[in-house]
């Protein structure tokens, strides 16, 4: 151990020597910057010199006097601590001699003196003395341990010898300091007080702790006397003093210890050590002379820690020693721009000694009083100095720590504990927010001291799985709920409302969890609701952004209390339809309350994002509380009938009422999925059985409610693409599905039989409907205004369903579908006169550029129908199967001849350009199946026949057009 100490004078000892030098340096930049002066005030000199002088009547001239420069000499070798600087200078009106040059500063050498190393000097001059002090000190030590171990002298001896030692050295200080001018060199008297020191520390801890040879009030006052000397010494000799004192005041237990230690006169000795050395460190302006003494008072008692097992004395002793080194010394010193740091450290380091304390001495109440005491401190300290609070909060956060690591404690010391613990770092800081002292720290404290306190009281005494009333802890919280309630009361009129609200919050939360220790589990949301009222009452005045996010964080809590606890997963199946095993009432009471917060929520609020996710939110919990009363068959109409109350009643709640058309969503999308997958495998030439379709109760009692929802969805502008176009069209497909479904019960085709016999029959039946529907929403019926753009949306899906299906998919020329039995008047006539009634219609309804189009859809239609016509009468109902005859195709052709004849007429008579087209198209296709197909079919007076008439035909054909081009313009052909 004595080695330890060598080291750690050896050290102070280099520290100091690295001052001194840092010291020299200075003034050697001092030097330098004098030197430049003098330089500059020579050069003005000269500027002086050569400016013209005004004429004047001519004189003798005078010799010129020669001008020295001031030369300032720094004299390194004067035996003083502060050297000094000799300036000798020549006068002006004495003239050097001519050749006597003028010593000009170089400017390279003050900076390579920066690095300058003088072996003699340092190793010559300043080390020995310093050497001589550690070596005096360590000399002591070892003359104390050599007694011991050799047994040469007794005890009483050795400790005497110490003491003459120590005394000595510093009567030698002491003339060393009288005959400083003889000495001179202070530091022979500061290396000899410092020694001195040292031993005297280790002869009265011998003595009384060691030895037993005084009591333990002569040691106190021996170890006052000699503090207070190292004080007085310091003032006297200064900072080498005051750092071996440093050292050797903490050193001087770990040197001469013995088996077994005395705690509390050792917490006595080292708290006089520290607090001696803060107060010299404060009145010397040595701030870091406080820091190092706090730091090392603070590392002993880490070290007194690993003793264990404290008793009575110890636990009063090192507690009283934690709280004057974590509050006392730090408020009394000065650390300049360390000072804040230190404190919060050194608040920090020994709440946590001081917690270890009360966990080695069992939690006793004198270690708890100790802590306390420590809090109180704090707190007084922090009443006279505001910047000193933060220290108590640090205090407060170790406390609650320790106070929820307590095992097994007693009801009535844990409930005394507590109340103190809210007191001081709870209740002191409200005191500050009455007289507007207060800071951050102290409102931090008010709302979170009083929550941690009741969740540590429940977590140690309360019945998690128990459903009983605990009406000790309901106190305990509504008490805690008052401090925080309090602190809310006292800033309801500041500015600066978020801690208004926070503080609100807490005694919410408070309140919350009182309710909770004597209600069933099950009313949780309802408690919340209750806990709540104060801030929506708030929020209903105000209106404020503070309080509008503090009652969205109890609904959140709201909802998150109606998912954890009762039977919620019963209740939420409830919501889908699905049986539950639920309590009707008390699971309506529930969602209901749960509801409350953000209803008020999205009435109150003034923040449009904070309101809409409330009303977002609360239809949501509305549908939830109607599911847990209403039969599941009519959840989807309950979800309109709101809805359509909020269109009705709060037209503004546009949010919520897409909300309730959302859930309507979510009921149809099942069998919307069913309808969509059952047409995308019609797009294969599937066919549709009535068994793939949803049911009919399904789309009266699911898809029709959202047909219903999407009718009076307002129009978001949001949304809104066009500003005729309003999300209720949305309504249109959704109707037109649930009608498809219901119609196809009507012929139920469920077999592949019914649909060769039935379902070219079901798709005339169905386009024909939609056409109607297309001419009543054009026209207008009674009191609803004419629709044209719905017209034209309903007669374009007929016209793309026949073409789709009846055309393409499951045409009778290819496909197994039954026409009939009667020639023209047939189904056929019947599916393609309905699609040719729709592309006139539309023809009619859009735009006149589009007509040529349609025109030729007409034609191609009219077209497909003769041939269809054609081939019933000579195959019959199911003409699909039968291969196609000679005559039967000879006649298509003499079909198409008269076909485009008749178009022609068509064209000429309503004198449309487009339709006498369609006839061109339409003869040559003829003309070209005739010579192309029919003619390598035919022999004899057949072939001559056929072409015979085809001749005929053409000749016709171009007389009549020549005739229409004489008589109408091409400019006017239309």
Known sequence: MEWLFILILGGVAYYLTERLGKAERRIEELSELQDRMFDYMRSANDDRRGEPVPDEPAVEAMPERPTSVPKVVLQRDRPNVADEASVSATPLDEPEPASQPVDEPSSKEPFFALFSFDLEDVFGRRLPIWAGGVTLAVAGVFLVRYSIERGLITPTLRVVMAFLFGGGLIAGAEAAYRFRDKVADPRVAQALAGAGLATLYAGFYLAGSQYGLIGQTLAFLGLAAVTAGAIGLSFRFGLPSAVLGLVGGFAAPALVGGEETNLPLLALYLGLVTGGLVYAGRQQQRQWLGIAAIVGGLGWGALLLLAGDPGVAEILALGLYFVALGAVMPALGEAGRFERPLRLAAALVASVQLALLVDQGGYAPLAWGLY????????????????????????????????????????SDFAFVGAALALVFAI????????????????????????????????????????????????ATVFLALIPAAGAWLLRLREDRRWFAGLLGSASALAFAALLMVTPGWTSPVMASVALLPAFVMLFRNGETAISRLCSIGCVVTLGVLMATGTFFDEAALLGGDAGSTTTWQAALRWTAATAPFAAL?????????????????????????AQVVPS????????????????????????QGTFTFVALLWALVPLLTWLEAGAASLAADPVYVIDLPSAKAVLLRILPLAAALAILPSLRAIRAVETLRPAWLAAPVLLISAHVLFKQLLAIETETRFVALGLAERTLWEALLLGLAWLAVTGVASVAPRRWLGIGLAATALLHFTIYTGLLHNPL?????????????????????????????????????????DGVVIALSSVLVLTLLRQAFEGSIPASIPLSQTEDLMRSFAGILLALFYLFLGNRLDQRSWRIGSLVLILIAVAKVFIVDAAGLEGLLRIASFMALGFSLIGIGWVYSRQLRITPAGDAR
């Open 428 to 475: 002191v800081p409200l005191a500050y927010l009455r007289d507007s002292s207060d800071r951050i720290g102290d409102r931090l404290q008010v709302a979170l001291v009083p929550p941690a306190l009741a969740a540590i009281a429940y977590a140690t005494f309360g019945k998690f799985d128990a459903d009983e009333a605990e009406w000790a802890l309901f106190l």
């Open 633 to 656: 068959d009519v959840l989807a109409w309950t979800a309109v009938l709101c809805a359509f109350a909020v269109c009705r009643f709060a037209k503004e709640r546009e949010v919520a």
């Open 814 to 854: 290819w496909d197994r579908q039954a026409i009939g039995p009667v020639p023209i008047a047939n189904l056929a006539t019947a599916a393609y006169g309905i699609a040719i009634i729709a592309a006139l219609s539309l023809r009619q309804w859009l735009a006149e550029r589009l007509r040529p189009a349609f």
């Open 372 to 411: 306390l005491l420590l809090g109180a401190t704090l707190a007084f300290f922090g009443w006279k100095r505001p910047e000193m609070r933060e220290a108590n909060g640090i205090a407060a956060l170790v406390g609650l720590l320790l106070y929820a690591q307590w095992p097994v404690p007693f009801p």
């Open 602 to 626: 999205a009435a109150f609020s003034r923040e449009p994002a904070m309101r809409h996710s409330a009303e977002v939110v609360g239809a949501f919990l509305v549908y939830g509380a109607l």
